[in-house]
């Protein structure tokens, strides 16, 4: 299964960490690229960075035309899933996208066009209550994936040995100047 | 079972929003209460405006000291977890966790204090690469409940109507001024 991220309605210095937080989960939740749609080299640094030091092949592409990539990923075969707390419920519906081989995962903050509604093949909530895009994204690539994400190897310069307490990295050369974090 | 969610580190400006979205998965994914171990009141104020328009009993208490409520919690028969990229992995470590009743989970920020590693009865990690404390918490409530949380209902003045397309809201009263949303 192949999945892109499409982010929109991001915002330059406002949404800069949110939209990186997106990024961050695309590529941890199994995603291999995430498309933006706007302009914000900082936000693709900071994701271009992550990958070089813990690896894997995610790839962001800025500065997008939003309808343009929807239109030619359906094009090509591929199924448009837009996550909207107006949408679907997600128990209602996986069973369906997974069905599918390449899905765009579009993910908005807190606005989208009206016309990505008709557009997506798919509007689904995750719940139907407000939170988070973050949130939102995570949890439906995580059952969609159905749980086996998460214990993917990345080879990268960074490796984590799971631990119970505490913290081990593994360094595989002498890069990497600091580590980034998923909570603390 | 009963959850109660710790946030830690939060830098006030610098993380508002952030945090807010960890109150409002803490809310959606079923959590009753988020402690913040940092003065806040916009955060609080921002998550209880949520509370009043959507509904549920969600709670909201900053300024905390947090090593008093680890304490407390433990020493009143609950148990800790704390959600690390360097923690054990989840799926060795959620049937375990799902024994207990009484649940606090710990998401920091980009740091923690070291002693919290200590005083966690868990470390866990999400996935072991970094990402966003935001998908941890989300992905660990949808897991620890097994997706059922995502099916609850709240009893709010606003209700979303799931739908395939565009977007059905019912107002119960007259309050509420606009509407938070989940990713668009």
Known sequence: MRVVVLRLGHRPERDMRITTHVGLVARAFGAEEMLLAARDQGVVDSLEDVVKRWGGSFAVRHDVR??????????????????????????????????????????????????????????????????????????FLDRLMEGKELDREFQGQLKIVPTPRGKQVVERSPAGDGMPDQGD
Not at 91 to 102: G, P
Request: aromatic residues 6%; proline residues 3%; negative net charge.
């Open 66 to 139: 939003w309808r343009e990539e929807v239109r030619e990923f359906r094009e090509s075969g591929g199924v448009v899933v837009h996550l909207t707390m107006y949408g679907s419920r997600l128990s209602e519906v996986m069973d369906q996208i997974r069905a599918h081989d390449r899905i765009m995962v579009a993910v908005g903050a807190e606005k989208v066009p009206a016309d990505l509604y008709g557009m997506a093949d798919w509007n689904v909530g995750v719940g139907n209550q407000p939170h988070s895009e973050v949130a939102a994204l995570a949890v």
